[in-house]
Each structure stands twice: as structure tokens, then as C-alpha cells.
């Protein structure tokens, strides 16, 4: 009822289960999906990776009462491009949806902190050289990660600041096509699935 009521907004479709999720949204194409992660016959992460697997414009907020850290790292490895709790207020889910519109990712305050905690967690411990305080962190279970070059570095900052692939070119007078390659490259050097990933990592030091 909320969202019907706003002027840009339209529910295309409702579903009441996970498997019937996936199914509207290959049918649908909606450009978000507010997604629970607690259904029945398919639970909210498994459906949110097979969306974001078939549906690339498709953007899924995470709308749910769970907050434990290994169902919200796990919904966002999935592809999930913002994740709210249910107290969010009115004004913060619509935005959220409208900003996901926009190409935007969003995560709460408290998600967010979780979700960086746990790229922490996964990051490996120097045995040697620098203190520990002073060694740089990696972004993933592994140890070989490469740094970025400058123009990587700015287009990871870029994409923090929530831009689109298209706004990028424009900031860095690039092609669409050609920051859509740095992108790819950048995920794949820093061992991300997703911009949201990307965004959240950009705030962290990385290996020389």
C-alpha cells in the first residue's frame, strides 16, 4: 500500500514464496525486488543469487528482520545491492528504492559495520614483517591480491559515491564500455562478486 501510493512507484507483482519470487521476476523484470530472506520452499539468499544471476538491471533490497552477521555477508556475497532491517522507517525504504533506481547501493549504518567486520575477519594475518596495526589488509581469504593502479583506485572511489557505469565515463572522460572492463578487472583483483562489495571496500587500505 505505501509504495502504490507514491507517484514513481509501481508494484508489478507480489510472491509468496521464494520459488514464485524468482519466477515473477524472470516474468516481471521489475527494476527492484524488496526480498525477505525467511520464505518457504526457497529462503531469500538463494533466490536473490539466481535473480541477480539471470537479471542484471534488477536490483534486490534486502527487506528483512535478520541481522545475525553470517545472514547478512551471505546476502550480500548473493548479489543483494541494499539491505535494510524492517524498523527502517518509511522515508528510508523509499529512498533506498528510489536510490537503487538510480544505480545506487545502500546498506544501513549497523549493516554496513557487519558487513565490513566480517571482510576483516576473512582477511589474512601477516606471520612477519610489519606490526600488525601497520600491515596493510587484504580484501580477501587469499594473499594474492593486486593493487590497483590510480585509475582503478578512482573508479573504485567513484563507484563508493554510488555512480552508475555511465556516470563513471563521463567523470574520467572514458567509455561506458571501457570503465564496464575496469570494473570487472577491479572485482576480480580485489575478489568481489558485487558493486555493493566494491562500494564497501573502498574505504579499506589495500597491498602496495
Known amino acids: 500500500m505505501l509504495l502504490s501510493m507514491q507517484a514513481d512507484m509501481e508494484v508489478v507483482g507480489q510472491a509468496r514464496n521464494g520459488i514464485e519470487a524468482v519466477e515473477l521476476a ?4 521489475p527494476d527492484v525486488v524488496l526480498m525477505d530472506l525467511h520464505m518457504p520452499l526457497k529462503g531469500g539468499v538463494a533466490a536473490t543469487r539466481e535473480i ?3 537479471l542484471a538491471k534488477t536490483q534486490i533490497l534486502v527487506l528483512t528482520t535478520l541481522h545475525d552477521d553470517e545472514t547478512v555477508f551471505e546476502a550480500v556475497r548473493a548479489g543483494a545491492h541494499a539491505y535494510l ?3 527502517a522507517d ?3 525504504l523509499l529512498e533506498t528504492i528510489r536510490a ?14 557487519k558487513v565490513m567486520d566480517q571482510f576483516r575477519r576473512l582477511a589474512p594475518r ?6 600488525r596495526e601497520d600491515a596493510p589488509h587484504m580484501v580477501s581469504g587469499t594473499a594474492d591480491s593486486e593493487a590497483l593502479s590510480d585509475k582503478e583506485e578512482r573508479i573504485l572511489q567513484l563507484i563508493s559515491e554510488g555512480m552508475i ?3 563513471i565515463a563521463n567523470v574520467m572522460c572514458l567509455a561506458e564500455g571501457t570503465v564496464k572492463n575496469y570494473v570487472s578487472r577491479i572485482m576480480e583483483k580485489l575478489h568481489a562478486n558485487t558493486r555493493t562489495e566494491l ?3 573502498a574505504g579499506q587500505p589495500r597491498p602496495e
Open 90 to 92: 518509511e522515508n528510508e
Open 165 to 167: 557505469n555511465r556516470q
Open 85 to 87: 532491517l524492517k524498523d
Open 199 to 201: 562500494a564497501l571496500l
Open 26 to 29: 524472470q516474468l516481471l523484470h
Open 52 to 54: 541477480t544471476r539471470d
Open 100 to 113: 537503487l533506481k538510480r544505480g545506487e547501493s545502500r546498506l544501513s549504518p549497523q549493516i554496513a559495520r
Open 126 to 131: 601477516p606471520s612477519a614483517g610489519p606490526r
